[in-house]
T-cell receptor
Framework: ETGVTQTPRHLVMGMTNKKSLKCEQH?????MYWYKQSAKKPLELMFV???????ENNSVPSRFSPECPNSSHLFLHLHTLQPEDSALYLC???????????????FGPGTRLTVL | AQSVAQPEDQVNVAEGNPLTVKCTYS??????LFWYVQYPNRGLQFLLK??????LVKGSYGFEAEFNKSQTSFHLKKPSALVSDSALYFC????????????FGAGTRLFVKA
């Protein structure tokens, strides 16, 4: 798991707080992803960046704001979240060439977010 | 639109017995199919993928999957299950129409009993 790291591993926040999740990949990849994992539901793709440009925004509410300053780092800024946003947030990276559809994705361990 | 179905929430097998975890998909164009595994408190780990060529794909830890185009299925199999195979398994599909959108199933929990 040293390929993709995520911090913090656990986060508890109130609905009025502002916090950020951080992801870093050490694999030399060009594409990075944010997913939301809720119990017994499919993984939900939130955002994709390839070469620092956003290529997918899967109708995510504006209270989630991604930032990709370079190909190795990805942030998810959180503000005024709702209790239903509590979930495991997973970051992934992939090579990011040839359209990306055949890429193997490498996942971090996730951030367990609880919104009170 | 792409979709993935994993019809079983949970699969129970005895150690040493063969296991199958089912996956069906729907996609426009030719599919790229993946299996990932998730152990407790960990992210997903890649097991295997089908891109093109031989319909039988071999992956990590002795797992394999067979691409069946007519049945739009990509079931995961292993000839002899281990207790350590107990985990959450995800099937995923993307289309060769460009883009980074991979659709994941809801996951199947595999329990292997000693």
């Amino acid at each position: 798991e040293t390929g993709v790291t995520q911090t913090p591993r656990h986060l508890v926040m109130g609905m009025t707080n502002k916090k950020s999740l951080k992801c870093e990949q050490h694999l030399g990849h060009n594409a990075m992803y944010w997913y939301k994992q809720s119990a017994k539901k499919p993984l939900e793709l939130m955002f994709v960046y390839n070469f620092k440009e956003q290529t997918e925004n899967n109708s995510v509410p504006s209270r989630f704001s991604p930032e990709c300053p370079n190909s190795s780092h990805l942030f998810l800024h959180l503000h005024t979240l709702q209790p239903e946003d509590s979930a495991l947030y997973l970051c992934a990276s992939s090579q990011g060439t040839s359209g990306g559809e055949s890429d193997t994705q490498y996942f971090g361990p996730g951030t367990r977010l609880t919104v009170l | 639109a792409q979709s993935v179905a994993q019809p079983e929430d949970q699969v129970n097998v005895a150690e040493g017995n063969p296991l199958t975890v089912k996956c069906t998909y729907s996609v426009s164009g030719n599919p790229y199919l993946f299996w990932y595994v998730q152990y407790p408190n960990r992210g997903l780990q890649f097991l295997l993928k089908y891109i093109t060529g031989d319909n039988l794909v071999k992956g990590s830890y002795g797992f394999e999957a067979e691409f069946n185009k007519s049945q739009t299925s990509f079931h995961l199999k292993k000839p002899s299950a281990l207790v350590s195979d107990s985990a959450l398994y995800f099937c995923a599909v993307s289309a060769n129409t460009g883009g980074f959108k991979t659709i994941f199933g809801a996951g199947t929990r595999l329990f292997v009993k000693a």
